[in-house]
């Protein structure tokens, strides 16, 4: 599979962006998806992920402030992100996995995209 991240940029403390991941090469859709983010020096780590029943689960230190949805008509999945800080600043990554449920796993998940950087000053 082929996911296509875009939106990141660099926004001050307080802020919203709302990232974007294009997996129109799927021509079924894959099981679950999700979002990951990897800091400098740091393990990539889940951050919201959308499972094929509906289910939404986030991270504890995006619950409140991330909402992750997705398209499947338009293949496009999202993370809307509110009240950014500068903890948020990473490269965020799209993950897809053809079967199994949505885990925090970045193991689990068999394609990615290339990552678009979010850097979140104070």
């Known amino acids: 599979g082929h996911l296509l991240e875009a939106g990141g940029s660099s926004v001050q403390t307080g802020g919203s962006l709302r990232l974007s991941c294009a997996f129109s090469?799927?021509?079924?859709?894959?099981?679950?998806m999700g979002w990951f983010r990897q800091a400098p020096e740091k393990e990539r780590e889940g951050v919201a992920l959308?499972?094929?029943?509906?289910?939404?689960t986030y991270a504890e230190p995006v619950k409140g402030r991330f909402s992750i949805s997705r398209s499947n008509d338009k293949r496009i999945l999202y993370l809307q992100m509110n009240n950014l800080k500068p903890e948020d600043t990473a490269k965020y990554y799209c993950?897809?996995?053809?079967?199994?449920?949505?885990?925090?796993?970045?193991?689990?998940?068999?394609?990615w995209g290339q990552g678009t950087q979010v850097t979140v000053s104070s």
């Open positions: 959308s499972g094929g029943d509906g289910t939404t």
């Open positions: 993950a897809a996995r053809r079967f199994g449920q949505a885990t925090m796993n970045p193991q689990d998940y068999d394609s």
């Open positions: 090469a799927y021509t079924i859709l894959p099981s679950s």
